[in-house]
Protein backbone atom coordinates (compact mmCIF):
# COMPACT_ATOMS: atom_id res chain seq x y z
CA UNK A 1 0.00 0.00 0.00
CA UNK A 2 2.59 2.38 0.50
CA UNK A 3 4.77 1.35 -1.98
CA UNK A 4 1.59 2.60 -3.90
CA UNK A 5 1.25 5.95 -2.57
CA UNK A 6 4.69 6.68 -2.94
CA UNK A 7 4.47 5.94 -6.45
CA UNK A 8 1.59 8.18 -7.12
CA UNK A 9 3.38 11.00 -5.42
CA UNK A 10 6.36 10.15 -7.75
CA UNK A 11 4.17 10.89 -10.88
CA UNK A 12 2.60 13.57 -9.16
CA UNK A 13 6.16 14.96 -8.20
CA UNK A 14 7.19 14.50 -11.69
CA UNK A 15 4.26 16.02 -13.76
CA UNK A 16 4.79 19.30 -11.90
CA UNK A 17 8.13 19.49 -12.61
CA UNK A 18 7.43 18.87 -16.29
CA UNK A 19 4.88 22.00 -15.87
CA UNK A 20 7.66 23.71 -13.82
CA UNK A 21 10.06 23.57 -16.56
CA UNK A 22 7.68 24.11 -19.52
CA UNK A 23 6.33 27.64 -17.84
CA UNK A 24 9.77 28.31 -17.37
CA UNK A 25 9.83 30.14 -21.27
CA UNK A 26 6.92 31.94 -20.40
CA UNK A 27 9.07 34.41 -18.79
CA UNK A 28 7.58 38.25 -17.45
CA UNK A 29 11.34 39.08 -17.53
CA UNK A 30 11.86 41.40 -20.38
CA UNK A 31 15.53 41.75 -21.81
CA UNK A 32 17.54 45.06 -21.89
CA UNK A 33 17.45 47.42 -24.63
CA UNK A 34 19.36 50.84 -24.44
CA UNK A 35 17.24 53.71 -24.57
CA UNK A 36 17.01 55.98 -27.59
CA UNK A 37 19.53 59.01 -26.82
CA UNK A 38 18.40 62.01 -28.69
CA UNK A 39 20.68 64.49 -29.88
CA UNK A 40 23.82 61.77 -30.02
CA UNK A 41 25.62 63.72 -32.27
CA UNK A 42 24.80 67.11 -30.98
CA UNK A 43 27.17 66.43 -27.56
CA UNK A 44 30.04 68.36 -28.53
CA UNK A 45 29.60 71.99 -29.13
CA UNK A 46 31.78 72.75 -32.01
CA UNK A 47 31.77 74.00 -35.98
CA UNK A 48 33.08 70.92 -37.21
CA UNK A 49 31.61 67.63 -36.05
CA UNK A 50 34.03 64.34 -35.67
CA UNK A 51 33.50 62.19 -37.96
CA UNK A 52 36.54 60.07 -37.28
CA UNK A 53 35.74 56.77 -35.76
CA UNK A 54 39.01 56.54 -33.98
CA UNK A 55 39.15 58.78 -30.89
CA UNK A 56 42.51 59.81 -28.95
CA UNK A 57 41.04 57.96 -26.13
CA UNK A 58 42.44 55.25 -27.70
CA UNK A 59 45.34 55.95 -27.51
CA UNK A 60 47.80 54.40 -24.57
CA UNK A 61 49.06 57.03 -22.19
CA UNK A 62 52.52 55.27 -22.97
CA UNK A 63 52.40 56.66 -26.04
CA UNK A 64 50.66 59.70 -25.29
CA UNK A 65 53.27 61.27 -22.80
CA UNK A 66 56.98 61.41 -23.88
CA UNK A 67 58.72 61.83 -20.45
CA UNK A 68 60.37 58.89 -19.41
CA UNK A 69 59.61 60.18 -15.80
CA UNK A 70 56.28 61.06 -15.65
CA UNK A 71 55.29 57.80 -17.71
CA UNK A 72 57.69 56.19 -14.83
CA UNK A 73 55.00 58.19 -11.91
CA UNK A 74 51.98 57.10 -14.00
CA UNK A 75 52.80 52.89 -14.10
CA UNK A 76 53.92 53.19 -10.07
CA UNK A 77 50.44 55.17 -9.33
CA UNK A 78 48.83 52.51 -10.89
CA UNK A 79 50.11 50.28 -8.92
CA UNK A 80 50.22 51.75 -5.56
CA UNK A 81 47.46 54.21 -5.41
CA UNK A 82 45.34 53.92 -2.59
CA UNK A 83 41.85 54.95 -4.70
CA UNK A 84 43.02 52.30 -6.82
CA UNK A 85 43.30 49.58 -4.33
CA UNK A 86 40.19 50.54 -3.16
CA UNK A 87 38.39 50.18 -6.22
CA UNK A 88 40.17 46.72 -7.09
CA UNK A 89 38.32 45.71 -3.75
CA UNK A 90 35.35 46.79 -5.08
CA UNK A 91 35.46 44.92 -7.82
CA UNK A 92 36.27 41.65 -5.26
CA UNK A 93 33.33 42.80 -4.07
CA UNK A 94 30.81 42.41 -6.89
CA UNK A 95 32.60 39.47 -8.63
CA UNK A 96 31.36 37.45 -4.98
CA UNK A 97 27.70 38.97 -5.59
CA UNK A 98 28.08 38.23 -8.99
CA UNK A 99 29.41 34.37 -8.02
CA UNK A 100 25.98 33.82 -5.93
CA UNK A 101 23.85 34.81 -8.75
CA UNK A 102 25.29 32.42 -10.57
CA UNK A 103 24.62 29.68 -7.97
CA UNK A 104 20.84 31.21 -8.13
CA UNK A 105 19.80 28.18 -10.25
CA UNK A 106 21.12 25.57 -7.89
CA UNK A 107 19.52 23.86 -5.10
CA UNK A 108 19.94 24.45 -1.61
CA UNK A 109 20.93 21.36 0.67
CA UNK A 110 21.26 21.21 4.73
CA UNK A 111 22.58 19.00 6.88
CA UNK A 112 20.75 18.69 10.37
CA UNK A 113 22.04 16.59 13.54
CA UNK A 114 19.41 16.47 16.42
CA UNK A 115 18.98 14.96 19.82
CA UNK A 116 15.71 15.45 21.83
CA UNK A 117 14.79 14.69 25.76
CA UNK A 118 11.24 14.98 26.51
CA UNK A 119 9.74 14.86 30.70
CA UNK A 120 6.40 14.31 29.73
CA UNK A 121 3.49 15.93 32.17
CA UNK A 122 1.27 13.40 33.74
CA UNK A 123 -1.53 16.38 33.45
CA UNK A 124 -0.77 15.83 29.74
CA UNK A 125 -2.68 14.50 27.18
CA UNK A 126 0.11 11.86 26.89
CA UNK A 127 1.25 11.87 30.55
CA UNK A 128 -1.83 10.50 31.46
CA UNK A 129 -1.23 7.73 29.71
CA UNK A 130 2.49 6.94 29.21
CA UNK A 131 4.82 7.81 32.50
CA UNK A 132 8.51 8.52 31.91
CA UNK A 133 10.07 10.29 28.88
CA UNK A 134 10.29 10.58 25.17
CA UNK A 135 14.28 10.66 23.56
CA UNK A 136 14.63 10.73 19.95
CA UNK A 137 17.67 11.30 17.36
CA UNK A 138 17.63 12.51 13.90
CA UNK A 139 20.22 12.28 11.49
CA UNK A 140 19.13 14.21 8.12
CA UNK A 141 19.30 16.15 5.13
CA UNK A 142 17.24 19.00 3.90
CA UNK A 143 16.97 20.27 -0.32
CA UNK A 144 15.29 22.43 -1.66
CA UNK A 145 14.49 24.05 -5.11
CA UNK A 146 12.40 27.00 -6.55
CA UNK A 147 11.82 26.41 -10.59
CA UNK A 148 12.66 29.89 -12.42
CA UNK A 149 9.43 29.65 -13.93
CA UNK A 150 9.35 33.67 -14.53
CA UNK A 151 12.87 34.80 -14.92
CA UNK A 152 13.35 36.12 -11.17
CA UNK A 153 16.33 33.55 -10.98
CA UNK A 154 17.87 35.06 -13.93
CA UNK A 155 17.26 38.62 -13.70
CA UNK A 156 18.85 38.52 -10.49
CA UNK A 157 22.19 36.70 -11.28
CA UNK A 158 22.06 39.56 -14.52
CA UNK A 159 21.82 42.30 -12.38
CA UNK A 160 24.74 41.10 -10.12
CA UNK A 161 26.97 41.00 -13.46
CA UNK A 162 25.72 44.64 -14.28
CA UNK A 163 27.53 45.38 -10.45
CA UNK A 164 30.27 43.86 -11.07
CA UNK A 165 31.14 45.22 -14.66
CA UNK A 166 29.78 48.50 -12.76
CA UNK A 167 32.79 48.06 -10.63
CA UNK A 168 34.90 46.80 -13.73
CA UNK A 169 33.90 50.77 -15.32
CA UNK A 170 34.17 52.28 -11.68
CA UNK A 171 38.07 50.71 -11.63
CA UNK A 172 38.89 51.92 -15.06
CA UNK A 173 37.62 55.79 -14.04
CA UNK A 174 39.70 56.09 -11.24
CA UNK A 175 42.48 54.65 -13.68
CA UNK A 176 41.68 57.41 -15.87
CA UNK A 177 41.22 60.55 -13.09
CA UNK A 178 44.73 58.99 -11.79
CA UNK A 179 46.86 59.14 -15.41
CA UNK A 180 45.39 62.58 -15.71
CA UNK A 181 46.13 63.76 -11.81
CA UNK A 182 49.34 62.78 -12.02
CA UNK A 183 50.27 64.35 -15.64
CA UNK A 184 48.60 67.21 -14.56
CA UNK A 185 50.50 67.42 -11.05
CA UNK A 186 53.89 66.78 -12.53
CA UNK A 187 53.50 69.53 -15.67
CA UNK A 188 52.85 72.04 -12.72
CA UNK A 189 55.83 70.93 -10.61
CA UNK A 190 57.56 71.44 -14.16
CA UNK A 191 55.98 74.92 -14.77
CA UNK A 192 57.12 76.08 -11.33
CA UNK A 193 60.78 75.30 -11.65
CA UNK A 194 60.73 77.31 -14.56
CA UNK A 195 59.12 80.14 -13.16
CA UNK A 196 61.72 79.71 -10.28
CA UNK A 197 64.27 79.81 -12.67
CA UNK A 198 62.90 83.08 -14.00
CA UNK A 199 62.27 84.44 -10.93
CA UNK A 200 66.21 84.06 -9.82
CA UNK A 201 67.50 85.62 -12.98
CA UNK A 202 65.33 88.39 -12.41
CA UNK A 203 66.52 88.51 -8.80
CA UNK A 204 70.22 88.39 -9.93
CA UNK A 205 69.38 91.17 -12.91
CA UNK A 206 67.34 93.53 -9.93
CA UNK A 207 70.52 93.06 -7.84
CA UNK A 208 72.79 94.48 -10.32
CA UNK A 209 70.10 97.03 -11.15
CA UNK A 210 70.33 98.48 -7.31
CA UNK A 211 73.85 98.64 -7.97
CA UNK A 212 73.53 100.63 -11.11
CA UNK A 213 70.80 102.66 -9.57
CA UNK A 214 73.16 103.97 -6.61
CA UNK A 215 75.62 105.10 -8.98
CA UNK A 216 73.35 106.84 -10.58
CA UNK A 217 71.93 108.75 -7.31
CA UNK A 218 75.69 109.52 -6.95
CA UNK A 219 76.04 111.46 -10.05
CA UNK A 220 73.02 112.68 -9.32
CA UNK A 221 71.17 111.81 -12.70
CA UNK A 222 68.45 110.04 -10.16
CA UNK A 223 67.18 110.37 -6.47
CA UNK A 224 66.74 108.37 -3.27
CA UNK A 225 63.61 107.60 -3.99
CA UNK A 226 64.54 105.67 -7.56
CA UNK A 227 67.20 103.58 -5.30
CA UNK A 228 64.34 102.53 -2.62
CA UNK A 229 61.86 101.83 -5.69
CA UNK A 230 64.54 99.60 -7.48
CA UNK A 231 65.43 97.95 -3.69
CA UNK A 232 61.22 97.20 -3.46
CA UNK A 233 61.51 95.74 -6.38
CA UNK A 234 64.06 93.60 -6.01
CA UNK A 235 62.18 92.27 -2.53
CA UNK A 236 59.28 91.37 -4.23
CA UNK A 237 61.19 89.36 -6.59
CA UNK A 238 63.07 87.21 -3.68
CA UNK A 239 58.98 87.27 -1.95
CA UNK A 240 58.00 85.59 -5.33
CA UNK A 241 60.80 83.27 -5.01
CA UNK A 242 59.93 81.99 -1.91
CA UNK A 243 56.18 81.23 -2.77
CA UNK A 244 56.95 79.27 -6.08
CA UNK A 245 59.52 77.17 -3.62
CA UNK A 246 56.35 77.08 -1.07
CA UNK A 247 54.16 76.13 -3.99
CA UNK A 248 56.91 73.59 -5.11
CA UNK A 249 57.02 72.07 -2.10
CA UNK A 250 53.05 71.14 -1.71
CA UNK A 251 52.74 70.35 -5.55
CA UNK A 252 55.64 67.37 -4.70
CA UNK A 253 53.75 66.55 -1.68
CA UNK A 254 50.34 66.06 -3.83
CA UNK A 255 52.80 64.07 -6.14
CA UNK A 256 53.49 61.90 -3.68
CA UNK A 257 50.40 60.88 -2.45
CA UNK A 258 49.04 60.06 -5.85
CA UNK A 259 52.14 57.79 -6.23
CA UNK A 260 50.81 56.48 -3.06
CA UNK A 261 53.52 57.11 -0.88
CA UNK A 262 55.08 59.63 1.97
CA UNK A 263 55.96 63.18 0.70
CA UNK A 264 59.79 63.02 -1.09
CA UNK A 265 61.63 65.17 -3.43
CA UNK A 266 60.26 63.86 -6.74
CA UNK A 267 62.76 63.50 -9.58
CA UNK A 268 61.51 65.28 -13.01
CA UNK A 269 62.55 67.02 -16.24
CA UNK A 270 62.20 70.18 -17.73
CA UNK A 271 59.22 72.33 -18.98
CA UNK A 272 61.34 73.09 -22.31
CA UNK A 273 61.49 69.15 -23.08
CA UNK A 274 57.57 68.18 -22.54
CA UNK A 275 55.93 68.04 -26.06
CA UNK A 276 52.44 66.25 -26.99
CA UNK A 277 52.50 64.77 -29.94
CA UNK A 278 49.48 62.68 -30.41
CA UNK A 279 46.99 64.06 -33.33
CA UNK A 280 43.80 65.29 -31.32
CA UNK A 281 41.02 63.66 -32.70
CA UNK A 282 37.74 63.26 -30.75
CA UNK A 283 36.35 60.59 -32.68
CA UNK A 284 32.47 60.21 -33.77
CA UNK A 285 30.37 61.20 -29.66
CA UNK A 286 28.81 57.72 -29.83
CA UNK A 287 32.19 56.78 -28.83
CA UNK A 288 32.00 58.07 -25.33
CA UNK A 289 29.66 55.48 -25.01
CA UNK A 290 32.18 52.81 -25.64
CA UNK A 291 35.28 55.28 -23.78
CA UNK A 292 34.01 56.92 -21.15
CA UNK A 293 33.92 54.55 -18.11
CA UNK A 294 31.74 57.08 -16.09
CA UNK A 295 29.11 56.45 -18.92
CA UNK A 296 30.01 52.88 -18.74
CA UNK A 297 29.08 52.14 -15.09
CA UNK A 298 25.89 54.86 -15.13
CA UNK A 299 24.61 52.41 -18.21
CA UNK A 300 25.52 48.93 -16.31
CA UNK A 301 23.56 51.21 -12.84
CA UNK A 302 20.43 51.33 -15.54
CA UNK A 303 20.85 47.78 -16.24
CA UNK A 304 21.10 46.33 -12.93
CA UNK A 305 17.95 48.85 -11.90
CA UNK A 306 16.06 47.29 -15.43
CA UNK A 307 17.13 43.43 -13.74
CA UNK A 308 15.80 44.23 -10.28
CA UNK A 309 12.76 45.75 -11.69
CA UNK A 310 11.91 42.60 -13.56
CA UNK A 311 12.34 40.37 -10.36
CA UNK A 312 10.63 42.64 -7.89
CA UNK A 313 7.87 41.98 -11.34
CA UNK A 314 7.94 38.03 -10.86
CA UNK A 315 7.33 38.53 -7.57
CA UNK A 316 3.00 39.24 -8.18
CA UNK A 317 3.28 35.60 -9.95
CA UNK A 318 3.01 32.31 -8.09
CA UNK A 319 6.64 30.50 -6.92
CA UNK A 320 7.29 26.93 -7.42
CA UNK A 321 9.25 25.01 -5.10
CA UNK A 322 10.08 21.32 -4.68
CA UNK A 323 11.69 20.37 -1.20
CA UNK A 324 13.04 17.23 0.05
CA UNK A 325 14.02 15.63 3.69
CA UNK A 326 15.52 12.23 4.17
CA UNK A 327 17.43 10.84 6.72
CA UNK A 328 17.31 8.85 9.79
CA UNK A 329 15.53 9.02 12.88
CA UNK A 330 14.73 6.78 15.95
CA UNK A 331 13.83 6.82 19.70
CA UNK A 332 16.93 4.91 20.14
CA UNK A 333 20.51 6.16 19.73
CA UNK A 334 21.60 2.24 19.18
CA UNK A 335 19.09 1.78 16.42
CA UNK A 336 19.42 5.09 14.32
CA UNK A 337 21.64 3.27 11.70
CA UNK A 338 19.17 1.09 11.18
CA UNK A 339 17.11 0.47 7.56
CA UNK A 340 14.12 0.74 9.91
CA UNK A 341 14.61 4.52 10.62
CA UNK A 342 14.62 5.70 7.35
CA UNK A 343 12.62 8.22 6.32
CA UNK A 344 11.65 10.82 3.82
CA UNK A 345 9.31 13.70 3.01
CA UNK A 346 8.77 14.59 -0.52
CA UNK A 347 6.95 18.24 -1.43
CA UNK A 348 6.04 20.04 -4.10
CA UNK A 349 4.26 23.71 -3.68
CA UNK A 350 3.32 26.49 -5.88
CA UNK A 351 2.64 29.58 -4.10
CA UNK A 352 0.33 32.54 -4.65
CA UNK A 353 0.94 35.62 -3.14
CA UNK A 354 -2.17 37.33 -2.27
CA UNK A 355 -2.33 39.87 0.46
CA UNK A 356 0.75 40.88 1.84
CA UNK A 357 0.49 44.82 3.45
CA UNK A 358 1.10 45.98 0.09
CA UNK A 359 4.83 45.08 0.05
CA UNK A 360 5.40 43.59 -3.13
CA UNK A 361 3.92 46.62 -5.21
CA UNK A 362 5.17 49.09 -3.13
CA UNK A 363 8.88 46.96 -3.73
CA UNK A 364 7.68 47.13 -7.59
CA UNK A 365 6.80 51.10 -7.63
CA UNK A 366 10.37 51.48 -6.15
CA UNK A 367 12.26 49.51 -8.49
CA UNK A 368 10.71 51.57 -11.19
CA UNK A 369 11.32 54.67 -9.93
CA UNK A 370 14.92 53.11 -8.98
CA UNK A 371 15.05 52.25 -12.70
CA UNK A 372 13.97 55.71 -13.73
CA UNK A 373 16.36 57.75 -11.37
CA UNK A 374 19.17 55.48 -13.19
CA UNK A 375 17.89 56.50 -16.86
CA UNK A 376 18.11 60.14 -15.90
CA UNK A 377 21.76 59.72 -14.14
CA UNK A 378 23.35 57.74 -17.70
CA UNK A 379 21.75 60.72 -19.62
CA UNK A 380 23.50 63.22 -17.48
CA UNK A 381 26.62 61.45 -17.69
CA UNK A 382 26.37 61.07 -21.28
CA UNK A 383 26.02 65.01 -21.03
CA UNK A 384 28.82 66.06 -18.80
CA UNK A 385 30.99 64.05 -20.67
CA UNK A 386 30.21 65.63 -23.75
CA UNK A 387 29.99 68.95 -21.80
CA UNK A 388 33.97 68.23 -20.90
CA UNK A 389 34.99 67.33 -24.56
CA UNK A 390 33.49 70.51 -25.95
CA UNK A 391 35.18 72.86 -22.63
CA UNK A 392 38.69 70.67 -23.17
CA UNK A 393 38.83 71.18 -26.83
CA UNK A 394 37.87 75.02 -26.76
CA UNK A 395 40.40 75.65 -24.51
CA UNK A 396 42.92 73.55 -26.32
CA UNK A 397 41.97 76.30 -28.99
CA UNK A 398 42.18 79.22 -27.18
CA UNK A 399 45.45 78.78 -25.41
CA UNK A 400 47.40 77.32 -28.36
CA UNK A 401 46.33 80.91 -29.65
CA UNK A 402 46.95 82.48 -26.86
CA UNK A 403 50.44 81.53 -26.17
CA UNK A 404 51.89 82.96 -29.67
CA UNK A 405 50.81 86.42 -28.06
CA UNK A 406 51.81 85.81 -25.04
CA UNK A 407 55.34 85.26 -26.48
CA UNK A 408 54.93 88.62 -28.67
CA UNK A 409 54.06 89.95 -25.12
CA UNK A 410 57.46 88.91 -23.46
CA UNK A 411 60.00 90.33 -26.64
CA UNK A 412 58.01 93.70 -27.03
CA UNK A 413 58.59 94.29 -23.13
CA UNK A 414 62.20 92.93 -22.77
CA UNK A 415 62.51 95.47 -25.04
CA UNK A 416 60.98 98.01 -23.42
CA UNK A 417 63.27 97.20 -20.34
CA UNK A 418 66.24 96.97 -22.09
CA UNK A 419 65.59 100.43 -23.76
CA UNK A 420 64.61 102.09 -20.45
CA UNK A 421 67.38 101.14 -18.76
CA UNK A 422 69.87 102.28 -21.90
CA UNK A 423 68.03 105.88 -21.28
CA UNK A 424 68.16 105.91 -17.78
CA UNK A 425 71.63 105.69 -18.36
CA UNK A 426 71.65 108.40 -20.55
CA UNK A 427 69.72 110.82 -18.91
CA UNK A 428 66.69 110.86 -21.17
CA UNK A 429 64.11 108.63 -19.68
CA UNK A 430 62.26 108.08 -16.22
CA UNK A 431 63.13 105.87 -13.54
CA UNK A 432 59.33 104.54 -13.12
CA UNK A 433 59.25 103.43 -17.39
CA UNK A 434 62.49 101.37 -16.50
CA UNK A 435 60.18 99.79 -12.56
CA UNK A 436 56.82 99.67 -14.95
CA UNK A 437 58.64 97.60 -18.05
CA UNK A 438 60.84 95.64 -15.83
CA UNK A 439 57.84 94.41 -13.81
CA UNK A 440 55.45 93.97 -16.18
CA UNK A 441 58.17 91.96 -18.68
CA UNK A 442 58.81 89.58 -15.31
CA UNK A 443 54.86 89.05 -15.30
CA UNK A 444 54.81 88.36 -19.17
CA UNK A 445 57.20 85.88 -19.13
CA UNK A 446 55.28 83.84 -15.66
CA UNK A 447 52.29 84.31 -18.04
CA UNK A 448 54.57 82.68 -21.18
CA UNK A 449 55.11 79.49 -18.73
CA UNK A 450 51.61 79.34 -17.43
CA UNK A 451 50.00 79.71 -21.14
CA UNK A 452 52.48 77.05 -21.96
CA UNK A 453 51.16 74.46 -18.83
CA UNK A 454 47.66 75.34 -19.67
CA UNK A 455 48.74 74.08 -23.60
CA UNK A 456 49.44 70.49 -21.94
CA UNK A 457 46.70 70.75 -19.31
CA UNK A 458 44.22 71.14 -22.06
CA UNK A 459 45.60 68.00 -23.76
CA UNK A 460 45.34 65.90 -20.85
CA UNK A 461 41.82 67.04 -19.91
CA UNK A 462 40.71 66.40 -23.50
CA UNK A 463 42.33 62.88 -23.36
CA UNK A 464 40.25 62.20 -19.98
CA UNK A 465 37.25 63.64 -21.19
CA UNK A 466 37.06 61.59 -24.03
CA UNK A 467 38.03 58.42 -21.69
CA UNK A 468 41.55 58.04 -22.35
CA UNK A 469 43.90 56.82 -19.56
CA UNK A 470 42.44 53.21 -18.31
CA UNK A 471 42.56 51.03 -21.72
Not at 57 to 75: C, G, H, M, R, T
Not at 163 to 180: G, R
Not at 208 to 216: D, H, M, R
Amino acid sequence: MTSIIKHKFSGKLILLVAVSLTLQSCFVAKNYERPKLEDTQNLYRTDNLPSDSVSMANVSWKSLFSDPYLDQYIEEGLKNNIDIRIAIQQIVTAEAYLKQGKAGFLPTLNLKGTASHQELSENSQFGSIFNGSIEQFELSSNLSWEADIWGKIRSNKRAYNASYLQSVAAHQAVKTKLVSSIATTYYQLVALDAQLEITKQTIKNRENSVETIKSLKDAGQVTQVAVDQNIAQYNNAKALQVDLETAIFKTENALSILLGKPAQNIERSSLDSQHIDTDIKLGVPALLLSNRPDVKSAEYGLIQSFELTNVARSNFYPSLTLTATGGLQSLELNKLLNTNSLFTNLVGGLTQPIFNQRKIKTQFEVAKAQQEQSLLKFKKALLVAGNEVSNALYGYNAETQKFEYRQKEVQALRNAESNSEELLKNGYANYLDLLTARQSALSAELNVIDSKLQQLLTVVNLYEALGGGWN
